[in-house]
């Protein structure tokens, strides 16, 4: 039995739920995964995972012996890497996820930075707004737009975005320049985001002193940010976006942003992944790169 990889295979198990889903991330037959816990189990004594046609459950002993596994393979790692990093740069492959305006307005002009320093690093990259299960679908990093939800992740901050309130020209002069947050709710047509798993509106939010305001009908609404762009310069509403992916339309003169005088919280971005990949050398180039990149070049 090659006991780390029976560790790994383990590991992938408790972390994905599956047999299936961890064989496929390391690249093994579902039998060979099976086989290999199995034989893990017979070597140690004990049983790690109580199995039913259904579903898995991590016995108390196997929970244990995965929190000691998770250190023990870092370890392993982190040795293979600092031995590896004093011949040769990173290499390899990372399955990152990013938001589909990030990617595009911002990762994606900014990787042949990336590529000139780490040409051996190659990089599949998921883009939309979905929120994805990391460990489930074999993710080594994702980029999050707003507040962390899940502590049991690392993350890493990279920028706080601010937004813009604005609409086409077009809009402006068929219906007129809103006054006040009550004028846009009363007067106006909402160019709006929800969100895809909950179907839950993002409210526009506009601040000034102790004074705050939420709108959250809109009469068009979408589930991708580069959607809300076009709805807004197609002119069916007023909408509020992050401000430096809107730019470009602003400084072409395609957008024109209205209600300057009311603010609205800044959006923080983090690279977040989980504990047992922080010692990963090319993921740890990667998010080291993305902070040092973007710190202080974004508003």
Known sequence: MNQLLAMRAFVRVVETGSFSRA????DLPRSTA??????LEAYLGIRLINRT?????????????YHHAIRLLNEVDAVDDAVRGKKLKPRGHLRIDAPASFANCLLIPALPDFHRLYP???????ISDRIVNI?????????????????TLIARKIFDLSFVTCASPAYLERMGVPSSPGDLLEHHVHAGYFFAATGKAEPMVFEQ????????????????GNGLIQLMLAGLGIGQNLRRFMQPYLDSGQLVPVLTNWSRPSLPFHAVYPLNRHQNARLKVFVDWLVDYFHGGVS
């Open 53 to 65: 046609t259904r579903a898995i459950a991590t016995t108390v002993e196997g929970l244990e012996y």
């Open 34 to 39: 099976s086989k290999l816990i199995a034989d």
């Open 209 to 224: 002193g102790d004074e705050r305001h939420e709108i959250s009908s809109s009469h068009f609404a979408v589930n991708e």
């Open 135 to 151: 460990v489930e679908e074999g993710v080594d990093c994702v980029i999050r737009a707003g507040e962390l939800q899940d502590m």
């Open 23 to 26: 064989a496929d991330q390391l």
């Open 120 to 126: 051996e690093v190659s990089i599949s990259m998921g």
